[in-house]
Antibody
C-alpha cells in the first residue's frame, strides 16, 4: 500500500528551527517529484516547496524562500524540510504530497498525501 | 504568480441535488502544445488530508464516484457534484499546476447539507 508519513513537527519559538521528515512507502520514491503543502489553522492550502525526482531541482514559495530548504534521500525514500528563522505565520499542518509522472514528464498535482505534522511557532 | 479564485465561499445543497463550484485562474492554464488544462480539484474532509478528485480539469481520479465531474477551459472551471451525498460534505479546492511554481490553490469552497 502506498503511504506517506510525516514527522518532526512540534512547538518552537519564533526564530527557531525544525526539520520535518516524510517517509514514503509502497512506490518507487526516487522517480517522483515531491512537495510540501501547508495549512494554517482554519485556513486553506498553500504550496510551500517542491523537489524534482533524481535531478533534485528545488522550488519555493516566496513566503519561505531563503528560510526553508527542501531535500530528499532517495536511498531512504525520505523527503525533508529544514525550516529556519521560523515565524508565527509559519504555524500550520505541513503535508507531504507526491507529484505525478507520465513517461519522463513531471506534473505538479498531488495524488498521494500524508496525514500531516503540526508545526506551532509561538512564545 | 497565477492567482486562483473560487465561488461561492460556501453552499448548502439538499441531499440528491446538484452542487456546482466555480474556479477561476488569473491567466490561462491551457497549455497549447498538448491542449490540456493544468487544473486539479481536491476534496478535504474535517481532520483529513486533501484527496485528489479531478486532474486535467476533467479526468476523474481512479475510485472517485462518477457523480463528481469537472469542466471548463482556459481560465474558468467548474466542479459539479450531480447528486449530493452525505459523505460529500467537505471543503473543495482547485489547484493550478501550469508550468513553473508556485502551484497555487484556490481559497476553498465549503459544501454542506441543507
Amino acid at each position: 500500500e502506498v503511504h506517506l508519513l510525516e514527522s518532526g513537527g512540534g512547538l518552537v519559538q519564533p526564530g527557531g528551527s525544525l526539520r520535518l521528515s516524510c517517509a514514503a512507502s509502497g512506490f518507487t520514491f526516487s522517480t517522483y517529484a515531491m512537495s510540501w503543502v501547508r495549512q494554517a489553522p482554519g485556513k486553506g492550502l498553500e504550496w510551500v516547496s517542491g523537489i524534482r525526482d533524481t535531478v533534485g531541482d528545488t522550488y519555493y514559495a516566496d513566503s519561505v524562500k531563503g528560510r526553508f530548504t527542501i531535500s530528499r534521500d532517495n536511498s531512504k525514500s525520505t523527503l525533508y524540510l529544514q525550516m529556519n528563522s521560523l515565524r508565527v505565520e509559519d504555524t500550520a499542518i505541513y503535508y507531504c504530497a507526491k507529484g505525478v509522472r507520465y513517461s519522463s514528464l513531471v506534473y505538479w498535482y498531488f495524488d498521494l498525501w500524508g496525514r500531516g505534522t503540526l508545526v506551532t511557532v509561538s512564545t | 504568480d497565477i492567482v486562483m479564485t473560487q465561488s461561492p465561499d460556501s453552499l448548502a445543497v439538499s441531499l440528491g441535488e446538484r452542487a456546482t463550484i466555480n474556479c477561476k485562474s488569473s491567466q490561462s492554464i491551457l497549455y497549447s502544445s498538448n491542449d490540456k488544462n493544468y487544473l486539479a480539484w481536491y476534496q478535504q474532509k474535517p481532520g483529513q488530508p486533501p484527496k485528489l478528485l479531478i486532474y486535467w480539469a476533467s479526468t476523474r481520479e481512479s475510485g472517485v464516484p462518477d457523480r463528481f465531474s469537472g469542466s471548463g477551459s482556459g481560465t474558468d472551471f467548474t466542479l459539479t457534484i450531480s447528486s449530493l451525498q452525505a459523505e460529500d460534505v467537505a471543503v473543495y479546492y482547485c489547484q493550478q499546476y501550469y508550468t513553473s511554481p508556485p502551484f497555487t490553490f484556490g481559497p476553498g469552497t465549503k459544501v454542506d447539507i441543507k
